[in-house]
């Protein structure tokens, strides 16, 4: 099947600083990924859809200018936590989108902010 | 708005039991229709999908499920539960016309016992 990778797989950071996760789909092109957060115990959260070549599109109540989201290549996605707080430690997690609307998801990343 | 429900939130089964567990929608609309299991300490991944065709899909592990439209339903079954089954299990929906994001239920915790 489709696979999704992400890295980091953890991260621990200090308040203030950003972080860079990394989304790839290894062997298929998505024109489209999105970016989730999942909190404990809870179901996914959309935060933006992320589109090869154009701007994200942000769910409402998501800060663009807090998380930074580049879709380079039609394999690659980035979300950058800005200026991170104790309250954005999450799981995050992405997915990519082949062309036959199916989702595929990456493992996750773990955000620790101090 | 677009939501999906699963109204079994936690559900335990002793090895060999039938499983059933509920997904509905509220949209009069076309849908896509997914499960995705998320084992302990894994990413999500696709269990099976309806796009169109016929009602009953097959997919992966033994598992099935049914789409009755007129009931807003796409309930997962499978007939004989392993202890390998437990995990957390997501029905999620592409509501057509609402930008072809995924819309997740809140997920149902499987536990099976031996």
């Known amino acids: 099947g489709a696979v999704v990778s992400q890295h980091p797989s953890w991260v621990i950071c200090k308040s203030g600083t950003s972080v860079k996760i990394e989304c790839r789909s290894l062997?298929?092109?998505?024109?489209?990924m999105f970016w989730y957060r999942q909190f404990p115990k809870q179901s996914l959260m959309l935060m933006a859809t992320?589109?090869?070549?154009?701007?994200?599109?942000?769910e409402q109540g998501v800060e663009k200018d807090k998380f930074l989201i580049n879709h380079a290549s039609l394999t690659l996605s980035t979300l950058t936590v800005t200026s991170a707080h104790p309250e954005d430690s999450s799981f995050y997690i992405c997915?990519?989108?082949?062309?036959?609307?199916?989702?595929?998801f990456g493992p996750g990343t773990r955000l620790t902010v101090l | 708005a677009q939501s999906v429900s699963q109204h079994n939130h936690h559900v335990i089964l002793s090895e060999a039991a039938s499983l059933e567990l509920g997904c509905n929608y509220s949209y009069g609309g076309t849908v896509n229709l997914f499960w995705y299991v998320q084992y302990p300490g894994q990413h999500l991944q696709l269990l099976l999908k309806?796009?169109?065709?016929?009602?009953l899909v097959k997919g992966i592990k033994g598992f099935e499920a049914e789409f009755i439209k007129s009931k807003f339903s796409f309930n997962l079954r499978k007939p004989s539960v392993q202890w390998s089954d437990t995990a957390e299990y997501f029905c999620?929906?592409?509501?057509?016309?609402?930008?072809?994001?995924?819309?997740f239920g809140t997920g149902t915790q499987l536990k099976v016992e031996l």
């Open positions: 309806y796009f169109s065709g016929d009602p």
């Open positions: 999620a929906v592409i509501f057509t016309g609402g930008g072809n994001k995924l819309t």
């Open positions: 062997d298929f092109q998505a024109t489209t």
């Open positions: 997915s990519a989108r082949d062309l036959g609307y199916t989702q595929y």
């Open positions: 992320s589109n090869e070549g154009s701007k994200a599109t942000y």
